[in-house]
């Protein structure tokens, strides 16, 4: 089946909720985290890219999911990992594993992304305890069956692990950012 043929499957309902993550992506765009942002600690707020382009439904999946399998949700980030602490919905890790029990989770390689889709990235093995928001981003563009270009909050200063704004980024073949792309998904 060809790519033009499976983008035209997808329901009107789907292509609308793409474009509206990308269109909320776009206004969160130059916003930046305080000087006392703490990636653990701190609520969420615009450079938590997406969960503020996936709000509301997003947070409130994410939240029942929990209640559906905390044990596996304590496993994967320890016993403080619950929709009460603000990593919670910070952390990509929770979010693929969210995203994989409900069928959404592609792993690069296997499918095609999509402009509106949520894109992973793994740069180097932080642990499981990595709850920096640097790991996930929307996509805004795609070329020839590549991400192109996302949106997601980047570090302003690498010495100053709390200081992050929101920008686009546009990711080359082989460069270093997509190397480090581990999948992508729609958002329930």
Known sequence: MSADKKLSDVSLARQERREHIVSAAKTLLGAFAEDDFDPVHSMLFPVDVV?????????????????????????????????????FFRSAVNLIYYLKRQGFYIPRGTGLPVAGMVCFFDWDDRGRFNFSPDRSAIVTLVKDEQVSQVIMAVQKNIEDKKSYTVCEVNIHPGDQTDQALIGYSDLP
């Open 51 to 87: 969960m503020v382009a996936g709000a509301p439904w997003l947070r409130d999946g994410l939240d029942r999911d929990f209640f559906k399998d905390e044990a596996g949700y304590r496993k994967i980030g320890g016993g403080a990992n619950t929709p009460a602490m603000a990593y």
